[in-house]
Nanobody
Framework: QVQLVESGGGLVQAGGSLRLSCAAS????????KAWFRQAAGKEREFVAAINWNGGSTYYADSVKGRFTISRDNAKNTVNLQMNSLKPEDTAVYYCAASKGVMAPRREGYDYWGQGTQVTVSS
Protein backbone atom coordinates (compact mmCIF):
# COMPACT_ATOMS: atom_id res chain seq x y z
CA GLN A 1 0.00 0.00 0.00
CA VAL A 2 0.92 3.64 -0.47
CA GLN A 3 -0.06 6.46 1.86
CA LEU A 4 -0.34 10.05 0.62
CA VAL A 5 -0.48 13.11 2.87
CA GLU A 6 -1.11 16.59 1.51
CA SER A 7 -0.06 19.87 3.11
CA GLY A 8 0.12 23.55 2.26
CA GLY A 9 -3.51 24.49 1.85
CA GLY A 10 -5.00 27.63 3.35
CA LEU A 11 -6.71 30.94 2.75
CA VAL A 12 -5.29 33.38 0.20
CA GLN A 13 -6.54 36.48 -1.60
CA ALA A 14 -7.24 36.45 -5.31
CA GLY A 15 -4.03 36.94 -7.25
CA GLY A 16 -1.95 35.30 -4.55
CA SER A 17 0.03 32.07 -4.50
CA LEU A 18 0.10 28.81 -2.58
CA ARG A 19 2.31 25.74 -2.79
CA LEU A 20 0.84 22.34 -2.05
CA SER A 21 2.97 19.35 -1.21
CA CYS A 22 2.18 15.64 -1.05
CA ALA A 23 4.39 13.14 0.75
CA ALA A 24 4.21 9.45 -0.12
CA SER A 25 5.14 6.53 2.11
CA UNK A 26 4.86 2.76 1.99
CA UNK A 27 5.41 0.83 -1.26
CA UNK A 28 6.44 3.93 -3.17
CA UNK A 29 8.54 1.90 -5.62
CA UNK A 30 5.27 0.81 -7.24
CA UNK A 31 4.30 4.37 -8.14
CA UNK A 32 4.68 5.80 -11.63
CA UNK A 33 2.53 8.86 -12.35
CA LYS A 34 1.28 11.37 -9.79
CA ALA A 35 -1.43 13.97 -10.06
CA TRP A 36 -3.51 16.60 -8.34
CA PHE A 37 -7.30 16.75 -8.46
CA ARG A 38 -9.72 19.13 -6.79
CA GLN A 39 -13.31 19.10 -5.66
CA ALA A 40 -15.33 22.23 -5.04
CA ALA A 41 -18.40 22.12 -2.82
CA GLY A 42 -21.29 20.48 -4.63
CA LYS A 43 -19.22 19.56 -7.67
CA GLU A 44 -17.49 16.50 -9.07
CA ARG A 45 -13.82 15.90 -8.41
CA GLU A 46 -11.87 17.23 -11.38
CA PHE A 47 -8.39 16.78 -12.78
CA VAL A 48 -5.87 19.59 -12.23
CA ALA A 49 -2.39 18.37 -13.24
CA ALA A 50 -0.33 15.21 -13.70
CA ILE A 51 3.34 14.32 -13.97
CA ASN A 52 5.09 11.20 -15.21
CA TRP A 53 7.59 9.07 -13.30
CA ASN A 54 10.67 11.23 -13.85
CA GLY A 55 9.03 14.64 -14.16
CA GLY A 56 9.85 14.85 -17.83
CA SER A 57 6.25 15.09 -18.92
CA THR A 58 3.37 17.05 -17.43
CA TYR A 59 -0.26 17.64 -18.29
CA TYR A 60 -2.63 20.37 -17.10
CA ALA A 61 -6.30 21.13 -17.16
CA ASP A 62 -7.05 24.12 -19.38
CA SER A 63 -8.41 26.03 -16.37
CA VAL A 64 -5.01 26.08 -14.65
CA LYS A 65 -2.59 26.05 -17.56
CA GLY A 66 -0.03 28.86 -17.25
CA ARG A 67 -0.87 29.45 -13.58
CA PHE A 68 -0.11 26.12 -11.87
CA THR A 69 3.08 24.06 -12.02
CA ILE A 70 3.39 20.43 -10.94
CA SER A 71 6.77 18.99 -9.96
CA ARG A 72 8.12 15.96 -8.12
CA ASP A 73 11.17 14.95 -6.12
CA ASN A 74 11.58 11.19 -6.26
CA ALA A 75 14.39 11.21 -3.71
CA LYS A 76 11.95 12.66 -1.18
CA ASN A 77 8.85 10.90 -2.54
CA THR A 78 7.02 14.17 -2.87
CA VAL A 79 4.91 15.87 -5.52
CA ASN A 80 4.21 19.59 -5.41
CA LEU A 81 1.73 21.99 -6.95
CA GLN A 82 2.77 25.63 -7.22
CA MET A 83 -0.36 27.71 -7.68
CA ASN A 84 -0.01 31.33 -8.84
CA SER A 85 -2.52 33.99 -9.84
CA LEU A 86 -5.18 32.23 -7.82
CA LYS A 87 -8.85 32.93 -8.53
CA PRO A 88 -11.93 32.46 -6.34
CA GLU A 89 -12.99 29.63 -8.66
CA ASP A 90 -9.85 27.72 -7.61
CA THR A 91 -11.43 27.27 -4.17
CA ALA A 92 -11.71 23.54 -3.49
CA VAL A 93 -10.31 20.60 -1.58
CA TYR A 94 -7.16 19.53 -3.40
CA TYR A 95 -6.27 15.84 -3.54
CA CYS A 96 -2.98 14.17 -4.33
CA ALA A 97 -3.19 10.93 -6.34
CA ALA A 98 -0.69 8.28 -7.39
CA SER A 99 -0.83 5.68 -10.12
CA LYS A 100 0.99 2.46 -10.88
CA GLY A 101 0.42 3.27 -14.54
CA VAL A 102 0.87 6.22 -16.85
CA MET A 103 -0.45 9.70 -16.14
CA ALA A 104 -4.05 10.35 -17.09
CA PRO A 105 -6.55 13.20 -16.68
CA ARG A 106 -9.24 11.02 -15.04
CA ARG A 107 -9.90 9.66 -11.57
CA GLU A 108 -10.04 6.06 -12.73
CA GLY A 109 -6.36 6.16 -13.65
CA TYR A 110 -5.16 6.47 -10.06
CA ASP A 111 -4.72 3.82 -7.40
CA TYR A 112 -4.00 5.84 -4.26
CA TRP A 113 -5.46 9.05 -2.86
CA GLY A 114 -4.67 11.45 -0.07
CA GLN A 115 -7.21 12.90 2.34
CA GLY A 116 -7.16 16.35 0.75
CA THR A 117 -6.23 19.87 1.78
CA GLN A 118 -8.54 22.89 1.64
CA VAL A 119 -7.64 25.86 -0.55
CA THR A 120 -9.81 28.95 -0.23
CA VAL A 121 -9.33 31.99 -2.46
CA SER A 122 -11.11 35.15 -1.37
CA SER A 123 -12.16 37.86 -3.80
Amino acid sequence: QVQLVESGGGLVQAGGSLRLSCAASGRTFSINAKAWFRQAAGKEREFVAAINWNGGSTYYADSVKGRFTISRDNAKNTVNLQMNSLKPEDTAVYYCAASKGVMAPRREGYDYWGQGTQVTVSS
